[in-house]
């Protein structure tokens, strides 16, 4: 508490913490430290103003002490304190605490540590002071090496600086210093100056220092020539720069006997060497002899790993001779690149001669290496070269490589290793390639073979590689690098040697000359064997080679078999007619009439008529074929001639009976063309059970007028229960023309098509045409039918029971020349017929939407106005009304007065849109609908009188109400006012508050609003009230609302009449709500300054006290104002407007009496004798 902090320090382990601070204290500065431990979670209070830490091994232990060094000047001087904190490492022995006095001149009386840093390279203290004095001390010892002054100025803040081992510092004139001790001279130093040769021992050989080398020499031959071979072995290992460890000291340790019972004076050397630091080469050489020997190789590699042998080629060289594998490890730590990679050879690791010679940039001899290699092993030999070609470029040179392998007759091994070498397939490694191939073929063409299947080179010599693979028997392989025909031909008409599938596949690569040739050269050479594999080419090759071509060459060689299965490869894909008529052409002649039927059954690209005169001229056994092709390209008329004429009837009855029964009407027309017997027409007809169109055997008969011809099987299909229209259709065309009772048959059958009936009957019988179209629905064809032929009342009756709206639009349509003679018929005869109200009303709909007004005013009065069924029909009489609306408004008051059963509102709103107000009118009169007529009166008519009349006569609320806002909205405020007081109607009040407002119509409101009050309890409707008994001066009545519960806004009317002048009402109104100040106000306006003051006094405001204080000055009421003045002066911030009021208009005498009245009140203030000096120093000149 009250420390001022200067400094925090941690170890480096951040297990020790270190807070420093000072403070002034009897005329000195004080320092506190605080040292905390983060593991025992403790602290500590300390004296002390500078404090570091450091780690610092002591002599004979292995890990470092953790060393707190601080600082302090009391009273009583300066110490120095040098502990270990926590407990020691294991292993380590304590470090003894260490206190020293620490030195301040006597002319520094006040100066006391400020900083401390360590170093713990050297082992040694630096304590900065507050005056720029510097002190460096030896950790182990204590010991003060060095004193002096650095700075005149205090340097307050310090770091270690690890480029030169010392420190830094920043004084305060920003000056930064450097402090490290001379490394040279610091041992001589500490030896000469400060007489302590024991000291500059331990700190050379701490740090390793020159400066003290003759002490260690005459230490060590002391020791030694007193036989204490352990001591001078440890004052030679911790001599600094290897001083004492030369290969003499080695000789003088050999030349010593040894002890009985105790290791020999060399070996307790070494073990001390061992213990402490690295031997050198010398010594490692000494050392590695008699362990070699021991055969203990185990320590060498021990002592290797652990980085205290030197390594050189001279102990690598040494170790060979007993282990390769440790030699191997002392030549890699010694950088030996030719030792190491004769060692990895050695030992098979020949991955990682590549590796190392790639890593320490050396470039061995690899043929040679190589060589060496196979001599020993093959494999390894193979591998080895394999690795040497992994890179690129490769490590050494590939034909040399190669070269290795044959000189030992390795063709496996070299083939294998080239294959890797050559995988990138480079063209400058063309030679290779060829001499691989080239190799194989001559000893193991299968090995050849799979290489140039596997293509995976393309730079070597294809001719010459080609005729070797035919020497060895792979024509395939020679096929794929020949290029001249001659050579191919040659080798291709050997197909047994040959795999089918390549041969195909190898024509593919041939130009179209080059594939014919060896073609024609393959079944020139032996067509048996080659046939097969020829016609695969061709199927494949056909559209490179050109289908016709390859026919010609199979044609040459007369071989239709080839031509066969040639074309039948392709006929199934081709779109050629060419190839499909020789492919039939082949068929036939080889006999394989069942794919001659497959193909003119399948087939869409032969020419059918020359497949067709082809078929006749070949004579086949079995027409089928012939049948076939007929029967798909409509040939059937000349296949009956043909087959009928070469007394082949049987086929004709296999055709429609089995092949196609559809065919049976075109069939019986060919038979009747060839004037067959009508009897063996008629069995084949009843024979064939087939599906055959009816409509076609019967267009077929009908066209050679034979139609009788099919009456008793038609009649006999009918009593089998057939419906098919065809058949029923043809019936009705015999009955027609035998005129066999036809309009019944029309009538009751149900199964013909009407529309070809109608159409066959048009010509011959219209009225039959009428039935049939009418049964059928043909309606247009009906329609065209009564117009041609002026049935226009049958055309009316469908019409009417039709009721099918499309069909009225298309016969009422404008351009329809028959329009009007056909609704002359339907409103004559038709509609009177029809007691169907669905029918009407479909008509009415029709004629509406054709827009014919007045035709339908005449349909509408034939059906409402005359006597009928629909006289009241509603829908009707609206519909008679409107139409009149819109077509001749001048009967519309007529339909009105005589129709009872419209829809009125709807009727008179259309009437009103379309200007006709009267007709409205009448209606909601004639209806009682009385809010909407006067409506009609007001808004459209625009005739107050007549709707003052109108409510006056019936003498409805609503209808008053309607009235008032019209007679509001006109200006006619009073006449409006009454008439909303007859209807009992308050809702409009805000428009008639705002329309009396504006014509000062106050009396009228007063009733108004009164009426209203009854009906509403509105704020405003009672605020307005007020204001009205104000503005009519109804003063009594006033008093009396306001005194009785209401919810009018008495404040704001009060303010309202203020405003307005209104001031006795006024007075009235703030009485009651209690606003003093506003009262007081008001009666200075009615000149009561009296109550005014009163008024004033219970306001107890300064502002309503000025108000009335100046109304009395310019009333000349002074002894008022004065009265007022008494409560304003008091203010001082008001005196001044009083009194410029006062003297702005002459009145000093009684601002002087105002102002002497006041001095004897308790609140009289300075600023009051102040102005009231001010009118005496004014008056004193009247007054002499």
Known sequence: EGCQIINYRTDE????????????????????????????????????????????????????????????????????????????????????????????????????????????????LYMITKYGYIHLYDIESGTCIYMNRISGDTIFVTAPHEASNGIVGVNRKGQVLSVSIDEDNIVSYITNQLKNPEL?????????????????????????????????????????????????????????????????????YFSILLETSQLNKAESLELARPVLQQGRNQLLEKWLVEGKLECSEELGDLIKAHDST???????????????????????????????????????????????????????????????????????????????FMEQNLIPQCTSFLLDALKHNKPEEGHLQTRLLEMNLMSAPQVADAILGNQMFTHYDRAHIA?????????????????????????????????????VEYFGSLSVDDSLECLKAMLTANLRQNLQICVQVAGKYHEQLGTTKLIELFESFKSFEGLFYFLGSIVNFSQEAEVHFRYIQAACKTGQIKEVERICRESSCYD????????????????????????????????????????????????????????LPAVVGGLLDVDCAEDIVKNL?????????????????????????????????????????????ALAKIYIDSNNNPERFLRENQFYDSEVIGK????????????????????????????????????????????????????????????????????????????????????????????????????????????????????LQNLLILTAVKADPTRVMEYITRLDNYDAPDIANIAITNQLFEEAFAIFKKFDVNTSAVQVLIEHVKNLDRAYEFAERCNDPTVWSELARAQLSSGAVKEAIDSYIKADDPSAYLDVIEAARANDGYEDMVRYLQMARKKAREAIIETELVFAYAKVNRLADLEEFISSPNIAQIQQVGDRCYDEGLYEPARILYNNVSNYARLASTLVHLEEYQAAVDGARKANSTKTWKEVCFACVEAGEFRMAQMCGLHIVVHADELEELINFYQSRGFFQELIQLLEAALGLERAHMGMFTELAIPYSALIPLLT
């Open 685 to 729: 007809i009843l024979t064939v059970r087939g599906q055959f169109s009816t409509d076609e055997l019967v267009e077929e008969v009908e066209k050679r007028n034979r139609l009788k011809l099919l009456m008793p099987w038609l009649e006999g299909r009918v009593h089998e229960g057939v419906n098919e229209p065809a058949t029923h259709n």
């Open 608 to 663: 059918p008529e020359r497949v067709k005169n082809f078929l006749k001229e070949a004579k086949l056994a079995d027409q089928l074929p012939l049948i076939i092709v007929c029967d798909r390209f409509n040939f059937v008329h000349d296949l009956v001639m043909y087959l009928y004429k070469n007394n082949l009837q049987k086929y004709i009855e296999i055709y429609v009976q089995k092949v196609n029964p559809s065919r």
């Open 326 to 404: 440790l030699a191997l490890s002392v030549y890699l730590r010694a950088n030996i690149p030719q030792k190491v990679i004769i060692c990895f050879a050695e030992t098979n690791q020949f991955q990682k001669i590549v590796l190392y010679a790639k890593k320490v940039n050396y470039t061995p001899d690899y043929i040679f290496l190589l060589r060496n290699v196979m001599r020993g092993n093959v494999e390894n030999g193979a591998s080895f070269a394999g690795m040497l070609v992994q890179d690129d470029p490769p490590l050494a040179d590939i034909e040399s490589i190669t070269n290795v």
């Open 467 to 503: 005729q070797l693979c035919e020497q060895a028997q792979l024509l395939q392989r020679a096929l794929e690098h020949y290029t001249d025909i001659f050579d191919i031909k040659r080798a291709i008409v050997h197909t047994h040697l040959l795999k089918p599938e390549w041969l």
């Open 200 to 268: 500059a021992l331990k700190i050379s050989v701490r740090c390793n220092l020159a400066g003290a080398e003759e002490l260690f020499v005459r230490r060590f031959n002391m020791l030694f020539g007193q036989g204490q071979y352990s001591e001078a072995a440890k004052v030679a290992a911790s001599a600094p720069k290897g001083i004492l460890r030369t290969p003499q000291t080695i000789q003088r340790f050999q030349q010593c006997p040894s002890q009985p019972g105790q290791a020999s004076p060399l070996l307790q």
């Open 13 to 124: 382990a951040m297990k020790w913490l270190l807070l420093v601070g000072i403070s002034a204290q009897q005329q000195r500065v004080v320092g506190a430290m605080q040292l905390y431990s983060v593991d025992r979670n403790v602290s500590q209070p300390i004296e002390g103003h500078a404090a570091a830490f450091v780690p610092f091994t002591v002599e004979g232990n292995k890990n470092p002490s953790n060393i707190f060094a601080f600082s302090v000047r009391n009273q009583t001087g300066g110490k120095l304190h040098i502990i270990e904190v926590g407990a020691p490492a294991e292993g380590n022995s304590n470090f003894t605490k260490k206190t020293v006095d620490v030195f301040f001149p006597a002319e520094a009386p006040n100066d006391f540590p400020v900083a401390m840093q360590a170093s713990k390279e050297h082992g040694l």
């Open 760 to 875: 066959y009957c048009e010509k011959r019988d219209p009225h039959l045409a009428c039935v049939s179209y009418e049964r059928g629905g043909c309606d247009m064809e009906l329609i065209r039918v009564c117009n041609a032929n002026s049935l226009f009342k049958y055309a009316a009756r469908h019409l009417v029971r039709k009721r099918d709206q499309a069909l009225w639009e298309h016969v009422l349509n404008p351009e329809n020349t028959f329009r009007r003679p056909l609704i002359d018929q339907v409103v004559q005869t038709a509609l009177s017929e029809t007691q169907d109200a669905d029918d009407v009303s479909t008509t009415v709909r029709a004629f509406m939407a054709a827009d014919l007004p007045n035709e339908l005013i005449e349909l509408l009065e034939k059906i409402v106005l005359e006597n009928s069924v629909f006289s009241d029909h509603r829908n």
